[in-house]
């Protein structure tokens, strides 16, 4: 079972050097930001799979958060990337 | 019954490892920003689901720790996976990304133009 972990673990980390490269390399704003995602997407794979290999529950709070964040990572780089701005401000009101 | 818990636990986890080295190849292969985040969203959603559900069997099933955190953290990222996907690729469609030259269909063009036609006459009023 260790050893399975270990494997999975080292196929997990190699796309994420694969993602990393689209992050570098991508011709424009978008890319990176869906490179962002999916990155935060297997970090939280990595997470989950750390905390089989050493044996605590401990670390599993840190799934929700990352989620959390990586979302608002999203929208607020997409709303900026739209509109220019992340909060609009609205003064007719 | 280990065996049995070890055997389903093995096969989700891999089936969630070889989803997200499908999303991998995907980002690296395909050719424009459209396709690339359709190969994102999807596959790494179910890939990281996948792998959530095989670490949740080892805690419930193995060292008998119920843990209903991880089941709150599928939820999420299946609810806000393809929503992410979706609120990219827009704002990259009105942000003026040029689509692949081998793209057939393009639906969204002719509603887009007549909004920014509207806009304009509005704006010389």
New interface residues.
Partial sequence: ?TY?IWA?IV??T???I??V??LVKGP????R???L??IG??I??LV??F??FI?T?FY??I??LL??L??IG??A???F??KGEIIERDNSR | MTILA?ILI?LT??F??IF??V???G??RLPD?YS??HA??KS??L??MS??I??FL??WLI?D?F?P??L??IL??FI??P???H??????Y??G?KAWKGTVKDELKPEYERKMKEASIKEKE
């Fill in positions: 079972m399975f999975i196929n997990v190699l796309s994420l694969g993602l490269y689209r424009s704003v978008p890319d930001v869906i490179a995602d999916s997407v297997s939280i794979s989950g799979l905390s089989i044996k529950s599993l709070d799934i929700l989620a959390i990586s979302f999203t929208v780089f997409s709303k990337i739209e | 070890n093995v986890i891999s969630g490892a997200i080295m999303t991998a190849i980002l690296i920003v690339r985040s994102a969203s790494a959603t890939g990281v792998i959530l095989g670490v080892h805690f060292e720790h843990n955190r991880i709150l953290g999420f990222l806000t996976g929503v992410g996907g609120v990219i690729a827009r704002a990259a009105f942000s990304v």
